[in-house]
């Protein structure tokens, strides 16, 4: 994405988490560095037509200081686990596709570090690591920050992490960028040896952990035509079915937040009947580019599967996040798919 004052093209990682303060109504839109520059020089929003005013020694200035400087500075992230009369104590890092790692634990452990060793164990890239840490069975997830408001790494025990907790990892599959508008999901699927049957990709529109709308086979059109589904095409003689979600984001309306990918069973009782199911998230102007790699191999027994969300976040961008959290459920009951997306809402994901 280009920076609106620099006009450098810019990794999504070099623009702020978020704005400059919390009073800004606008999208992220300035580089850290000119961002960090222009506030030192002037005092202000570096955004056209804000006029929000910040000191040189606000503490989110300094973490964006913080944050720049680390992006452009090598070190070996390195701790000493806690050894207790017990043993060592782990960490449990799991996602919704089932893949898990344990960590040895520390409460002086850096949530850097915490995502160095993911990297290290599973090859998620640090910048596109989410980490949820739900301290109790009915409390709300919370996600684990690299810094502090000073500016200063987030550790282990500033969120109260316990020693052999679980902390539930979610992964950025894709930063769409601002001038991104229309994306398209696409999916086909083999007949199964019974005979004709959909294995059908749906999309479940939330605000919030409200339920808005779906979009499936026999509701094409939603939102201000915002979201829209091919219905069924379906080649008899190959034996093949195909399914295209469209999605136009400006389109979106303003109180939206969450759109969540599924496939589901119709009248088989598992994905495993459908043979040589391939699914592709791209750009319209450019389908042959993947923006995502998904896989659901292990969701072949259950009836329905979560391949991902495009979610909005704080600072106005979307992103596509993994999930793969199975779920029995739909196209002929939606309910049993809108509880398990509501649940993973309300945990942070």
């Known amino acids: 994405m280009e920076c609106h004052l620099c006009h450098s093209k810019k990794l999504s990682e070099e623009y702020p988490p978020r704005t400059i303060t919390d009073e800004c109504d606008h999208p992220v839109l300035i580089c850290?560095?000119?961002t960090i520059n222009h506030v030192k020089q002037n005092r202000s929003c570096p955004e056209?037509?804000?006029?929000q005013k910040i000191s040189p020694e606000d503490c989110r200035l300094k973490l964006f200081e913080a944050i720049l400087s680390e992006m452009f500075t090598e070190y070996t992230a390195s701790y000493t686990p806690e050894v207790s009369i017990y043993g060592l104590r782990t960490l449990y890092v799991t996602m919704l596709t089932g893949e898990s790692i344990n960590v040895p634990y520390s409460p002086y452990m850096t949530v850097s570090q915490l995502k160095q060793e993911i990297y290290e164990k599973l090859n998620h890239d640090t910048s596109k690591q989410k980490l949820l840490y739900q301290g109790?069975?009915?409390?709300q997830g919370i996600e684990l920050q690299t810094y502090k408001d000073n500016g200063d790494f987030a550790t282990l025990s500033d969120y109260g992490v316990k020693p052999n907790s679980t902390i539930h990892l979610v992964v950025v599959l894709y930063d769409i960028p601002q001038a991104f508008d229309h994306v398209v999901f696409d999916l086909f699927w083999g007949y199964p040896s019974n005979g004709r049957d959909y294995l059908d990709a749906s999309c479940l529109l939330f605000s919030g952990v409200n339920f808005i709308e779906v979009c499936d086979y026999g509701h094409t059109w939603q939102l201000n035509n915002s979201v829209s589904h091919s219905g069924d095409v379906m080649n008899d003689q190959q034996r093949i079915g195909h399914h295209t979600i469209h999605v136009y984001l400006k389109k979106i309306p303003a109180n939206i937040t969450h759109l969540y990918f599924t496939l589901s069973a119709w009248n088989s009782p598992n994905i495993s009947r459908y043979p040589k199911p391939s699914l592709r998230f791209h750009e319209a102007s450019n389908p042959s580019k993947d923006l995502c790699k998904t896989t659901f191999t292990h969701a072949n027994?259950?009836?329905a599967v979560?391949?991902?969300?495009?979610?909005?976040g704080k600072d106005g961008a979307w992103r596509i996040f993994e999930s793969g959290q199975l779920s029995a459920g739909n196209a002929k009951n939606y309910q049993p798919l809108k509880s398990t997306i509501g649940s993973l809402i309300k945990q942070g994901y």
């Not at 109790?136 to 409390?139: C, I, L, Y």
């Not at 979560?306 to 909005?312: A, E, G, H, N, T």
Request: glycine share 10%.
């Open 301 to 303: 027994h259950s009836q």
């Open 306 to 312: 979560i391949m991902c969300s495009v979610s909005k």
């Open 136 to 139: 109790g069975s009915d409390e």
């Open 32 to 34: 850290l560095k000119c």
């Open 48 to 51: 056209m037509g804000c006029n």
